[in-house]
């Protein structure tokens, strides 16, 4: 489903892309932002609203924070990048 690919894309580049603001949103904030800016045709509310609950909901630890698992998985720390994997795992559930 290429809605459910665009959507994952989506929420991965949230959380590992950069901003040009002084001021960085955190990885979540950017992550929820991009989800409510996605259009009511091609991702009806149900899908927006399981991706906000999967990116609320999350299981960080033993992480701080999604910034520092997208971090961590950029440098591969393996840890880090099954966080991630399992991170995109609920979002794909979301839309599938």
């Not at 991965?12 to 949103?25: E, F, K, Y």
């Not at 045709?41 to 149900?46: A, C, I, N, Q, V």
């Amino acid at each position: 489903m290429n809605t459910g690919r665009s959507l994952i894309a989506l929420a991965v580049l949230a959380l590992g892309g950069a901003t040009a603001c002084n001021s960085t949103p955190s990885a979540d904030r950017v992550a929820l932002d991009m989800i409510d800016a996605l259009s009511d045709s091609s991702t009806p509310e149900p899908v927006k609203a399981c991706m906000r609950k999967v990116v609320e909901d999350f299981n960080r630890e033993p992480f701080a924070d999604l910034d520092e698992i997208s971090k961590k998985a950029d440098d591969q720390v393996v840890e880090a990048e099954a966080a991630m994997a399992d991170f995109r795992a609920l979002l794909r559930g979301c839309v599938i």
